[in-house]
């Protein structure tokens, strides 16, 4: 990816989300496309529109993207402490929009292009 590609990719607009935490024992992981149908299907009912829901299986970590702030910013403050499963989940928002980029990181990456 040349520098060009990389800066667009990084400034690109995201939706609204929230990652979860602990969300499932990732000794003895789901199948992704299981949990991910299940999680998004509940959040949709719980909160707000789902655009789409991302399952990291090795690490138990589940990004849930959403189509308004308001569902996001109610879905991290209704479950963030919660318990999932047995299991106490951190839930946080991430504000949609323009990603910030880093500029060292850059301009590291145009030196070596």
């Known amino acids: 990816m040349d520098a060009a590609a990389l800066r667009e990719f990084c400034h ?7 990652v979860m935490d ?5 000794s003895q992981p ?3 496309d ?7 299907q509940e959040m949709t ?10 399952a990291i299986l090795s690490t138990g970590v589940v990004t849930v993207y959403f189509a308004e702030d308001g569902a996001a910013q109610r879905c991290a403050a209704t479950l963030h402490g919660g318990n999932f499963d047995g ?25 070596k292009a």
């Open 12 to 18: 690109r607009e995201r939706p609204p989300s929230v």
């Open 45 to 54: 009912r719980s909160f707000g529109r789902v655009l789409d829901c991302e």
């Open 22 to 26: 602990n969300m499932f024992d990732s």
């Open 87 to 111: 299991r106490r989940i951190g839930a946080r928002f991430c504000a949609g929009g323009a990603t910030p980029v880093s500029y060292t990181h850059l301009r590291a990456h145009e030196t």
């Open 34 to 40: 299981a949990i991910e149908l299940d999680i998004g």
């Open 30 to 32: 789901p199948a992704a």
